[in-house]
């Protein structure tokens, strides 16, 4: 009896255990950009997704230029704690793991690179606004106390953590492991995931080991959602969105009833105002663009004489130059964004402005109003009364002078359905 219970026990095992190792897999998640909400968010999900489906390993195949400080955190934080041994694969050829890509990298349990890829440059920048020299200070202390204590965590170069952080030293990928900042360059993700087969890690949990040989790779892409949100948190696409929103909704003002424009922009509106969140935004810059979009308004009460065109112009032009606060190149608009968009928003402010003006100035074409100013023949003599000839039709008539019958004359006003008219004098 007992020998039996063992036997079925024994079987019970095993066949867990097969069928754990049927579904294990190798997920492979591809990450490129800024490092920002959506990346951090895109990578955290990714890891709770490989730990529920009980992944043998995750690599993250990393090109970034660094980003925000608070997303490469989390990141950092969500790697340490992983139940799931987590691969950092610096690649293709070409790519780099800069500034906040460094803290991410030295988190994982296994640090790799692909030839022809660099690493460092991970000195803090103030993305928020200029640092005075204590602040600047503080940035660089705690920044080179946490990424020694990642190296230090994984066994790795802290020395060197410390110097890519208070002096931006770069290295290339034959350096960073002579250096021990890294653990493996592999070629491509074949040679990789050989090289990591039964090495042994230190988990959130304790030892684990990574099996890669006979397990399926499972490569995982950016849902529609991530695509979306990582496209519109560019710089320049939230500064093209914020510019559409205005035109938008300042085409609805202007054309009350069009509806379709005024939806669109508001949309877009909300877009920018999601995107600046993750960005680092210079407010005064933002003011002086919803400033020039201001007095681009005003020309349609105030005679200018283009003044208020030009003034909008100037201060469309700073604004944007001023929109993002940051050295950062990737956090910077270019001068080929903002010209063609600064030219572009004038035209149509311009052409917008000019057609309404011109629409509220035109001379009524219908009804009593559409009268005045059109010239007729006097049919009687006209003074306190008499007969115009006006548009094809006869209208009684009166004039403050007398008008003989057969002078041309022309409408000065409409009256109880009587016109008031003058002599048309020969030119």
Known sequence: MIKNIFSLLLFLLITIFAVEKVNAEIVVINVEGIVNPVMSEFITKSIDAAEKEKANVLIIKLDTPGGLDTSMRSIVKKIISSEVPVVVYVSP?????????????????????????????????????????????????????????????????????????????????????????????????????????QREVQGSTGKLIIQTKGIKISYKEMGVRHKILDIISDPSIAYMLMLLGMYGIFFELTNPGVVLPGVLGALALILALYSFQTLPVNYAGLLLIFLAIVLFILELAVTSYGMLTIAGLISLTLGSIMLYDSPLPFYQLSLKVILPAVILTTLFFSLTVYLAVKAYRRQPTTGSEGLIGLTGEARTDVHDKGQVFVNGELWQAWSDEPVSAGNKIIVEKVENLKLKVKKQTQS
Not at 112 to 117: C, E, H, I, L, W
């Open 93 to 197: 050829s070409g790519a780099r793991a800069a500034s906040a890509g460094v803290f991410i990298t030295l988190a994982a349990h296994v640090a790799a690179m692909a030839p022809g890829t660099n690493i460092g440059a991970a000195h803090p920048v103030g993305v928020g606004g200029k640092m005075d020299k204590t602040m600047a200070e503080k940035a660089v202390n705690d920044a080179s106390a946490y990424i020694k204590s990642l190296a230090e965590q994984r066994g790795r170069n802290a020395e060197w953590a410390e110097q890519a952080v208070r002096e931006s030293v770069s290295i290339t990928e034959q350096e960073a492991l002579k250096l021990n900042v890294i653990d493996i360059v592999a070629p491509d993700m074949k040679s990789l995931l050989e090289t990591i087969d």
